[in-house]
């Protein structure tokens, strides 16, 4: 008995659907990990400015720069 679908019935035709599903989870895993780690010393919470005056405190910028830029924001 046939059934006009192949002999599957209709659970064979939700497998695809289900595997579609879960690829999807896992590539939007993926790139939520990657996201996270490319900010690793940055917080979601930080201003442009707490992160300005990190930058100034580690010396990767000088004064100056840190007086431009402040006034820039």
Same mark, same amino acid.
């Given at each position: 008995?046939?059934?006009?679908?192949?002999?599957? /019935?209709? /659970?064979?035709?939700?497998?695809?659907?289900?595997?579609?599903?879960?690829?999807?989870?896992?590539?939007?895993?993926?790139?939520?990990?990657?996201?996270?780690?490319?900010?690793?010393?940055? &917080?979601?919470?930080? &201003?442009?400015?707490?992160?300005?005056?990190?930058?100034?405190?580690?010396?990767?910028?000088?004064?100056?720069?840190?007086?431009?830029?402040?006034?820039?924001?």
């Amino acid at each position: 008995m046939m059934n006009g679908f192949g002999g599957h /019935g209709w /659970g064979m035709g939700w497998w695809w659907i289900i595997g579609l599903i879960i690829i999807i989870a896992i590539v939007w895993m993926v790139v939520k990990g990657m996201n996270q780690n490319n900010s690793p010393g940055q &917080s979601p919470g930080k &201003s442009a400015l707490d992160i300005l005056k990190e930058r100034y405190a580690k010396g990767e910028i000088d004064k100056q720069e840190f007086e431009e830029r402040k006034k820039d924001l």
